[in-house]
């Protein structure tokens, strides 16, 4: 059932006249037409929740640690980046660690960093990397000193394999407003729990705020410490980290992003941290940069040449991408933005058989059934997707629920490659099994936390590439 908004009832009978003529031509082609979800919910924006919120509380105490993250920090993932802030002096960049709660009998020691942006100084961002920890184990670890010292705990993932079951979260464009509060709420509190969260980028949109109020840096990482330092959230770089703003006299790209979020790029051979790679329990995950150079002959381009072959599909069967900008949206928000970055490397993406692409971006949520757009010449013209088995999924979800609101307005008709699509704010979790099936769930926040608003198995491309994606199986 299709569904059009705010039409008159001729125009919306007009309307459905021409989707269903279309819908019958799409069905030539894909055995179910995809999904518009009736659900409406409020389209208003959300400001950002105020600074006296209870989800910025400042941790009590002189210069005590706040803003603790923690993401892998190495390829193999029996490394941790951890990462704090101090506000009032440098004090002390060690991390203590152990297996038993009260005896963390091993340390190692990072470095602090400050930044200005325009006339704000940061307070000093610590990252430090722990290293040759055990698999699946669990550990404790604390910052700061003295009667300020932070205690927390996470838990290593199994050593890489083709069965190892993993359950990773999929957050986007989060923001801080109420609407993200119940995104991560929502999140934490889904019975299937993510261990690790892939985040497809727009962090904080601090630089909604005048002077890109960099404070919103640091309230953002108070308000989501309470996932963020107990498992790792694996960074992509969004549009909202740019914060280039030459009328403040700032030039650098990304600086504020950089400072704050430390990736291991270099563990993967990047030389870059906004394109990097890492293997976690059975999937194998690479990062792209929608804003950095990805034409031929570029860092990113040759980096990516030179990664897909590597991957090891009886090590890590599942092949994930994670990148900001989405090739495959049917939403009139940032309609085709992804493009140009498609049409580089989407044929890469069907020879190597990408399982699933998650973006961000759009303030909404759409799956793509498995389709591809990769026999176009300038001579041949052939230029629309097609149904393709050896193609990835599409996930967009920049649905975390920022400051920007919800993208409500769709590209009609429904293009026959999209299979779901709503504009809700929500999250979604990806329960690896085995080497052949994953389950999939995006839950919308007005929902209690166990309902899945769309959900789908995954058939894993390389161990059993059978048709999964709702147009050829229900
Ligand atoms: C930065 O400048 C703005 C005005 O441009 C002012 O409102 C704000 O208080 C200043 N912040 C600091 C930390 O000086
Ligand atoms: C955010 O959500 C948490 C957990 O549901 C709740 O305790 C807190 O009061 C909320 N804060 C705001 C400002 O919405
Ligand atoms: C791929 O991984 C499997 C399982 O870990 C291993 O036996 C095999 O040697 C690896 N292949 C290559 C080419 O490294
Ligand atoms: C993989 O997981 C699926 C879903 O749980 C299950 O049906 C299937 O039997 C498993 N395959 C193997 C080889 O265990
Ligand atoms: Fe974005």
Redesign the pocket.
């Known amino acids: 059932m299709r569904h059009s908004r705010s039409t008159s009832p001729a125009a919306a009978a007009a309307a459905a006249a021409t989707v269903l003529v279309l819908a019958i031509a799409a069905l030539s082609v894909f055995c179910e037409a995809g999904k518009t979800s009736a659900f409406v919910r409020k389209a208003e924006k959300t400001p950002d929740m105020p600074l006296d919120s209870d989800v910025f509380r400042v941790p009590p105490g002189y210069n005590a640690p706040q803003q603790v993250h923690i993401t892998q920090g190495n390829h193999d993932g029996s490394a941790m980046i951890v990462s704090w802030v101090t506000e009032d002096e440098v004090g002390s960049s060690l991390v203590l660690y152990g297996t038993s709660e009260n005896h963390l009998e091993f340390k190692a020691k990072g470095k602090a960093y400050t930044y200005r942006f325009y006339n704000y100084t940061s307070g000093y961002i610590h990252h430090c990397t722990i290293k040759h920890l055990k698999h699946d184990t669990k550990y404790y670890y604390a910052v700061g000193i003295g009667h300020t010292l932070r205690k927390f705990w996470f838990t290593t993932p199994p050593k890489a394999g083709p ?1 190892v079951p993993y359950t990773f979260g999929i957050i986007g464009d989060l923001g801080q407003t109420s609407d993200s509060n119940m995104t991560l709420s929502h999140y934490e509190l889904n019975p299937t729990k993510g261990q690790t969260v892939l985040y497809v980028g727009d962090l904080s949109y601090a630089d909604d705020h005048p002077n890109h109020d960099n404070v919103r840096w640091d309230t953002w990482a108070r308000f989501v410490e309470r996932s963020a330092a107990y498992q790792p959230w694996i960074w992509t770089a969004g549009n909202h980290e740019i914060d280039f703003a030459p009328e403040l006299g700032e030039t650098r790209p990304f600086k504020p992003y950089n400072y704050r979020y430390h990736v291991p790029y270099k563990a993967s051979g990047s030389t870059s941290p906004f394109w990097y790679s890492i293997k976690r329990g059975s999937a194998y995950i690479i990062v792209l940069a929608s804003y950095s150079a990805y034409g031929k002959y570029t860092p990113q381009y040759q980096w990516l040449e030179a990664e897909l072959p590597k991957v090891n599909r009886s090590e890590t069967p599942w092949l994930i991408v994670l990148l900001h900008s989405p090739w495959y949206n049917s939403n009139d928000y940032h309609y085709m933005e992804g493009e140009s970055m498609r049409a580089m490397f989407e044929a890469w993406f069907v020879k190597y058989k990408v399982d699933i692409v998650f973006a961000g971006h759009v303030h909404a949520y759409e799956r793509s059934e498995r389709v591809s757009n990769i026999a176009y010449t300038i001579a041949n013209g052939l230029c629309s997707p097609v149904p393709d088995q050896s193609a990835p999924v599409y996930i967009t979800i920049g649905d975390g629920g920022n400051i920007e609101g919800l993208a409500t307005i769709m590209t009609e008709p429904q293009p026959a490659y999209s299979a779901y699509r709503e504009a809700s704010f929500g999250h979604a979790v990806l329960d690896v ?2 080497r ?2 994953a389950y999939y769930a995006w839950h919308r926040n007005q929902d209690g936390c166990a309902v899945e608003a769309d959900s789908m198995w995954f058939f894993n491309r390389f161990w059993h590439p059978a048709p999964d994606s709702s147009a050829s199986v229900r």
């Open positions: 069965d099994k085995n052949t099936h």
